[in-house]
């Protein structure tokens, strides 16, 4: 799904907005999100420099859990102090928490199906592949410096 909009004035509401349909559209690890953040955010839109995102990566890589909502609130942090950063942090996990709580019913009323176990044992080889690509794409940059 494509996440550039028309809105390039970088204000805290498009940033939010921002956050609020990458949570919501796409999917995969942290570095997947990572590197979407980085391609929209540092290369497409120019809302934050590359150096700017290389120092949040590496507090984000280096503090305890998921680095993709840390980012969101770090970059929300750069733009608008503690408040940004919380509310795009939230803004960023809300989607996943309800899909998280949806999917969770449906595995509960349909766990014994082969059908629902054939499409996980697929889905398991689209993400290696999307690790696999977001992991190279991340490190071009870094090992350029």
Known sequence: MDL?????????KA???YFLKLGS???GGSLVLANHIREDLVRDREWISQPQYQRGLALCLVAPGPVAPQMAVYIG?????AWGGLLCGLVFLIPSFFLTLFLG??????????????????VGGAVIGILASSTFSLSRPVFRM
């Open 4 to 12: 550039k909009n028309d809105e390039s004035e970088y204000s805290m």
């Open 15 to 17: 940033l939010a907005f």
């Open 25 to 27: 559209s796409v999917l």
């Open 77 to 81: 942090t750069l733009k608008g102090g």
């Open 105 to 122: 019913f449906l595995y509960r009323h349909f766990e014994n199906t082969s059908f629902l176990h054939s499409i996980l044992y697929g």
